[in-house]
């Protein structure tokens, strides 16, 4: 088997954030919810505008400004990202999603090791921390 065969692009799940104890606590997407915001995502038409009812209907994302706003009751509105790549920092006790934006650097970095077979790249993160492609497990290292 050649290793372009071995390449599958990481599955998206969708999650919102939560400010819980002064604290950005990213919470996911039921799988039901996360399914609907991945069909809306990939429909091929501008996101801009769409809104997809999540939560029975008690809360609308507004899939262009990847906001989650509740429907029936006043609440602060929270950022939703598609996610495909997280870290966890030396603090925190649960996995944090990459942005939307280095998360696309990290999977076409992933599929170029994969396909080339090289490995050991270095990367930097937002938060400035060096990341190291060590395998085709997807195993990262900072």
């Known amino acids: 088997m050649d290793a372009g065969s071995l390449y599958e692009p990481v599955s998206p799940h969708w999650f919102y954030c939560k400010i819980i104890d002064s604290k950005e606590t990213w919470i996911p ?3 039901e919810d996360s399914q609907q915001l ?3 995502y990939g429909s091929g038409r501008d996101c801009n505008g769409r809104v997809v009812p999540t939560d029975g209907g008690r809360y609308d994302v507004h899939l262009g400004e990847r906001m989650r706003y509740a429907v029936y009751w006043d609440e602060l509105a929270s950022e939703v990202r598609r996610c495909t790549w997280f870290y966890k920092g030396d603090k925190d006790n649960k996995y ?3 942005s939307e934006s280095f998360s696309q650097v990290l999977e076409e970095t992933y599929m170029l090791a994969v396909t080339l077979d090289e490995w050991k ?3 930097e993160s937002p938060n400035r921390e060096i990341i190291i492609l060590h395998n085709p497990k997807g195993n990262l290292y900072k």
């Open 29 to 31: 997407f039921n799988s």
């Open 96 to 98: 944090v999603p990459y």
């Open 38 to 40: 991945e069909e809306a």
């Open 121 to 123: 790249k270095k990367l």
